[in-house]
């Protein structure tokens, strides 16, 4: 059998097992050290715009944290994009508040502005309050409308707390994913841009958000001889040795990421002219630069490369059936996320929509696109899928 293909296999630059050595020499392989702090300033220096970055142990905790420190409890309610994986809403429940759900558009596939101010008006209506926070996702890397999304958030003076867990790189307007709301989530799992092995970072405006976001993930506890505690706390800082992997990745983020691009390219070339299969392509708006230069608005890091399939065009294939013939023939392809607000956990939760995700959801799949595939491994994944809708 040919060798497998996978999905978004981690891929190391050859560095990480130097920084992993270095923290057992010096016998720091616990949460915090050298290598966390380092590891936070490169993030730092890479996204820009000033922030502040804490490293902790999952982007799950990022966005825990981040609601907290927005003040986010019991009986709030909170806008979450519906098209995305169930990471970014859950822990608006783990609060005791609410998520509300809202679709997505059909050229961004991320949160629609303009459903996200009509579910605000309503939800001011139905609850007498208008919601606390909003948490718009950069699905599959790609950058939702942050222009538009901010504008709806000052109108309604709502903070955002943005899930840039799959867009590390991106760039929306010349400006990073993860650097336009209050807060931002990043993700550094086995299969995100670079990883830890696990592991994720809350991106702050200040210094003293930033401050109190490691205060809360260090069990809370306050500064004094003893253990005293005013405030629940959590156990969701990075471990040193994890943090040694994220250095080395840095130094190779760059080039991860432009072969990913490069993958997504091939995928568009490849699949030219075949019927009822369609590259997920990000839209070609335009805007000029400082210096009068037209770039692209939207510069996505193509973490995953997207298809819809219509089995109208394919013989009948559908995208699950795709992913099963892959699968047979060794190559991994997965389903796109599941709308939350289809979810039975949340199917009682409020939802403003048309329908656009549950469109998305039926007809797609995701394609291998680790920084460490060859170009004839893509050849061999566009092959199979020919061979099997067009036979």
Same mark, same amino acid.
């Not at 050229?107 to 996200?116: E, K």
């Not at 250095?247 to 993958?263: S, Y």
């Given at each position: 059998?040919?060798?497998?293909?996978?999905?978004?296999?981690?891929?190391?630059?050859?560095?990480?097992?130097?920084?992993?050595?270095?923290?057992?020499?010096?016998?720091?392989?616990?949460?915090?050290?050298?290598?966390?702090?380092?590891?936070?300033?490169?993030?730092?220096?890479?996204? &820009?715009?000033?922030?502040? !970055?804490?490293?902790? @142990?999952?982007?799950? *905790? %990022?966005?825990?944290?981040?609601?907290?420190? /927005? =003040?986010? &409890?019991?009986?709030?309610? !909170?806008?979450?994009? @519906?098209?995305?994986? *169930? %990471?970014?809403?859950?822990?608006?429940?783990? /609060? =005791?508040?609410?998520?509300?759900?809202?679709?997505?558009?059909?050229?961004?596939?991320?949160?629609?502005?303009?459903?996200?101010?009509?579910?605000?008006?309503?939800?001011?209506?139905?609850?007498?309050?208008?919601?606390?926070?909003?948490?718009?996702?950069?699905?599959?890397?790609?950058?939702?409308?942050?222009?538009?999304?901010?504008?709806?958030?000052?109108?309604?003076?709502?903070?955002?707390?943005?899930?840039?867990?799959?867009?590390?790189?991106?760039?929306?307007?010349?400006?990073?994913?993860?650097?336009?709301?209050?807060?931002?989530?990043?993700?550094?799992?086995?299969?995100?841009?670079?990883?830890?092995?696990?592991?994720?970072?809350?991106?702050?405006?200040?210094?003293?958000?930033?401050?109190?976001?490691?205060?809360?993930?260090?069990?809370?506890?306050?500064?004094?001889?003893?253990?005293?505690?005013?405030?629940?706390?959590?156990?969701?800082?990075?471990?040193?040795?994890?943090?040694?992997?994220?250095?080395?990745?840095?130094?190779?983020?760059?080039?991860?990421?432009?072969?990913?691009?490069?993958?997504?390219?091939?995928?568009?070339?490849?699949?030219?002219?075949?019927?009822?299969?369609?590259?997920?392509?990000?839209?070609?708006?335009?805007?000029?630069?400082?210096?009068?230069?037209?770039?692209?608005?939207?510069?996505?890091?193509?973490?995953?490369?997207?298809?819809?399939?219509?089995?109208?065009?394919?013989?009948?294939?559908?995208?699950?059936?795709?992913?099963?013939?892959?699968?047979?023939?060794?190559?991994?392809?997965?389903?796109?996320?599941?709308?939350?607000?289809?979810?039975?956990?949340?199917?009682?939760?409020?939802?403003?929509?048309?329908?656009?995700?549950?469109?998305?959801?039926?007809?797609?799949?995701?394609?291998?696109?680790?920084?460490?595939?060859?170009?004839?491994?893509?050849?061999?994944?566009?092959?199979?899928?020919?061979?099997?809708?067009?036979?």
């Amino acid at each position: 059998m040919l060798q497998k293909i996978y999905l978004s296999l981690a891929q190391m630059g050859g560095k990480e097992q130097s920084f992993i050595q270095e923290a057992f020499d010096t016998n720091w392989v616990v949460p915090l050290g050298p290598n966390v702090n380092d590891f936070e300033k490169d993030l730092s220096n890479y996204i &820009g715009q000033n922030r502040y !970055v804490v490293a902790l @142990s999952a982007g799950t *905790a %990022a966005v825990h944290l981040g609601l907290l420190l /927005l =003040g986010v &409890g019991a009986g709030d309610e !909170v806008i979450c994009q @519906s098209f995305t994986f *169930a %990471a970014s809403a859950n822990p608006v429940t783990y /609060l =005791g508040a609410t998520p509300v759900f809202v679709d997505s558009e059909s050229d961004t596939w991320n949160i629609s502005p303009q459903l996200l101010e009509k579910a605000i008006v309503d939800r001011k209506v139905v609850t007498g309050k208008y919601p606390k926070a909003i948490i718009p996702v950069h699905l599959y890397g790609s950058p939702a409308k942050m222009d538009e999304i901010m504008v709806v958030a000052a109108k309604y003076q709502i903070p955002v707390l943005e899930d840039a867990a799959e867009a590390l790189g991106s760039e929306y307007h010349g400006q990073k994913c993860g650097t336009f709301g209050e807060f931002a989530c990043l993700s550094f799992n086995g299969n995100k841009i670079i990883t830890t092995s696990g592991g994720g970072a809350l991106v702050c405006r200040t210094e003293e958000e930033a401050k109190r976001t490691k205060f809360y993930a260090t069990q809370a506890r306050e500064d004094r001889p003893y253990y005293h505690h005013e405030h629940i706390g959590y156990n969701y800082r990075m471990s040193n040795i994890c943090a040694g992997i994220g250095r080395g990745q840095m130094l190779v983020l760059p080039e991860f990421i432009e072969r990913r691009r490069a993958i997504h390219e091939l995928y568009q070339k490849l699949f030219e002219g075949v019927k009822g299969v369609t590259v997920k392509n990000a839209p070609e708006d335009t805007y000029i630069d400082k210096d009068g230069y037209e770039k692209p608005l939207f510069r996505p890091n193509y973490w995953l490369t997207c298809i819809s399939v219509d089995p109208v065009q394919t013989n009948g294939k559908t995208a699950d059936d795709i992913r099963i013939y892959l699968d047979i023939q060794n190559i991994e392809s997965r389903l796109f996320w599941k709308p939350m607000h289809l979810q039975p956990v949340y199917a009682k939760n409020p939802f403003y929509g048309d329908g656009a995700s549950e469109r998305i959801f039926n007809t797609g799949l995701c394609l291998p696109s680790g920084a460490g595939l060859k170009d004839e491994d893509i050849e061999r994944v566009v092959d199979e899928i020919k061979r099997f809708v067009i036979g």
